[in-house]
């Protein structure tokens, strides 16, 4: 299957390495900036350009992986003069439908992971949710998936929507309250990497119980006063909301459990 890689970010990294990696050749990289296609195309072995206008127009599969904003307008660049080609994006939060007007093959290859460009990840771990525009494509995204995933699932685009919003209250929002601790331990000079050990713990406790049962400390037992002497230790305003609002959701979570 001649396939072409629109995007040349994280996830489009991991992804046609992936594929490359399970016996999938890719016949060419696009993305706007040239270095960055050409970085890409070089670890894949395969021709690259920045020129949308050089895309190749015989393909047999175009995988845009770009910003979700993006997205509509690569498909109206490519898809028209590409009737033959199968579409399909890698977004969470972006509908199939974006696709639909161009009568083309469609669908969607969503990996739910966080990805850097120069951290390995093990593709067959992760979740990959798919949808296409008719039984046939769905059955040739459903083989592409399974080349690099052991966990390929069906999800209509409603359904994809609530998968990336958890997602990224899971991943994101996770990790900047990561960054919030960070700026707090900068001020006393204090190694972050210390914190891993209670990182780690608190992730693995989600292994074997819900979020709900793992949760913990002062904002469960709603203690004002060891709260109210931690909100006076932040300086910046907006660290001090974030940290009220966490505490008042987690304290009504914890009651709404109780009932």
């Known amino acids: 299957m001649k396939t072409v890689i629109i995007g040349s970010g ?4 991991h992804l046609s390495l992936a594929l490359k990696a399970s016996g999938m050749p890719i016949a060419q990289v696009y993305s706007r900036t040239a270095e960055h296609a050409a970085e890409l195309a070089a670890k894949l072995e395969c021709p690259f350009t920045a020129e949308v206008d050089e895309v190749l127009t015989d393909a047999d599969l175009y995988i845009i992986s770009v910003n ?5 307008g690569m498909a109206v660049r490519l898809c ?3 009737p033959q080609g199968v579409f399909i994006h890698t977004a969470g939060s972006v509908p199939m439908g974006i696709f639909r007007p161009y009568g083309v093959r469609h669908g969607v290859l969503y990996p739910m992971q966080t990805f850097s460009k120069n951290r390995p990840v093990d593709f067959r771990t992760i979740p990959c949710f798919i949808e296409a525009s008719d039984d046939t494509t769905l059955e040739l ?3 592409l998936a399974g080349r690099i995933s052991d966990n390929v699932i069906p999800a209509d685009s409603e359904k994809r929507r609530k998968l990336h919003l958890a997602a990224v209250l ?6 900047h309250c990561y960054r919030l601790a960070e700026r707090v331990l900068e001020e006393e000079q204090i190694d972050f990497k210390l914190y891993l050990p209670l990182i780690q ?4 406790k989600v292994t074997a119980m819900s979020p709900r049962e793992a949760q ?4 469960v ?6 709260m109210a002497a931690q909100v006076s230790l932040l300086h910046d305003q907006r660290t001090r909301q974030i940290y009220r609002l966490m505490a008042e959701s987690i304290h009504e979570d914890t009651l709404l459990c109780v009932k």
């Open 221 to 226: 037992r709603y203690d004002l006063g060891v």
């Open 201 to 204: 713990e608190t992730a693995r």
């Open 10 to 13: 994280n996830l489009a990294t």
């Open 141 to 143: 995204i459903r083989g």
């Open 80 to 82: 028209k003069a590409r």
């Open 216 to 219: 913990t400390g002062p904002m």
């Open 68 to 72: 979700d904003d993006a997205i509509s």
């Open 170 to 175: 899971a991943c994101n929002l996770a990790n």
